[in-house]
């Protein structure tokens, strides 16, 4: 697939190295020749220096015969105008914009195609506060991920030593929990992905991805010992855009304060907000978190636009007594570096903004894609369709299938009904299958068994 990106921000190069590793002909267009070259010396693209928006930057960057552009420039009206020039101009078949401006996503009827016409819009500040909102919602685990609708969750757990878990075989665990339908799909364990099968054993440490309908999955946790006290009390360190719309959507369930160290952006968070409380100071001061209970905080979420401020206040609040910290981490390097050392959950705007881009990419009916292991592993969701004739999974068994290695196939949903998969459970046309693909080098073949052969009408 031939993909224009414009802009090598953090987003744009995240997206170009995700998709270079999966043989597409990229070419990345920024103003700024510095960090074009930085990104062409580590991967296999062609770049262009100019303004994004302009036809002829567009024309010298192959637009004229480009399958897709993803614009994620840090300007939404230079991002706008160009999906508008590759639509006028070259017709592009597929226009992704990042927008991040309220104004523009609240205007009804603004992105029809006979007005502004953006195919698909990326808001990564939404993306991530819908994100670390259902990590609140879902304590105990390192990642929550949605499908189907929100009908199917996966969530991402730490084996912890008293966990009921620890030293079982997987074949043990449905007498021990025999209400509660759930399948593990994946382990990590020592930087290896492990399929695992009934003879499994599970051991303290491991990282393991679970999935089930999302009753099933919170009673798992309380019954595993994975989940903490429910969440009461929420400070918020940043009163940014992520910062706000965080506090907006959690502040009539929680006790939200939100600390921010700008006296004018904390005002318009003060305005915008209704029950959450505002406070202009500094939240790596350890004498104002004290004054404002942080020993008593049950999520404390750092989501400056410093990565070094958030980690830092992370650590002050841990020290003091915050139950769980979560960190915003822009780059990369660090997110490994931070989490689970010192910070409970680092959160990466590109690793959860990828896969609202991934699904528009993959071949075969991919509605849903999240990336996982730091873009190492995804989870997917594909429709299945045809018949036993025209497709290679409808009418099959799980283990009829031939899966490519470090794959599973979770759960199924069906008529809104969700199907924790066996061995023998038969695919049928228009489920919506969701699997773990731990090797990301073999999407490919995944995408292939999703799709249908000629036949199919």
Known sequence: MKIIIL?????????????????NDITLIDHDPAPLRNLQERLDLKTVTGVASHPSTLAQAGARDADMIIAVTNSDEINMVACQVAYTMFHTPMKIARVRNSEYLNSAGFFAQEAMPVDVLISPEQVVTEYIARLIGVPGALQVLDFASGRVQMVALKIVPQSMLVDKRISELSGRLPTIEFRIVSIFRGGQTIIPDGDTEILAGDEVFIIGAPKHIKNLLKSTKHTDEPVKRIIIAGGGNIGRRLAKLLEKK????????????????????????????????????????????????????????????????????????MALINRAAYVDL????????????????????????????????????????????????????TSNVVGRTIEELTLPPDTSIGAIVRDDKVIIVHHDTVIASEDHVILLVGDKSRVPEVEKLFQVRVTFL
Do not use: W
């Not at 406070?279 to 004054?291: I, K, S, V």
């Not at 990828?354 to 996982?372: Q, W, Y």
């Open 7 to 23: 802009g090598a921000g953090q987003v744009g190069s995240s997206v170009a190295a995700n998709l270079c590793s999966e043989a």
């Open 254 to 325: 929680y006790q939200v304060k939100v600390i921010e160290l700008s006296a004018h952006t904390a005002r318009q968070a003060a305005e915008e907000l209704s029950h959450a409380i505002v406070l202009n100071g500094d939240a790596a001061d350890e004498e104002l978190l004290l004054e404002e209970n942080i020993e008593n905080t049950d999520v404390f979420c750092a989501l400056t636009n410093a990565d070094e401020a958030n980690i830092i206040s992370c650590m002050l609040a841990k020290r003091l007594g915050a139950h769980k910290v």
């Open 338 to 389: 931070v989490q689970s050392n010192v910070i409970d959950i680092a959160i990466s705007p590109q690793q959860a903004t990828i896969g609202s881009l991934l699904a528009h990419i993959r071949k075969g009916d991919v509605v849903v894609v999240h990336s996982l292991r730091r873009g190492a592993a995804e989870a997917i969701e594909a429709v299945a369709h045809g018949d036993r004739n």
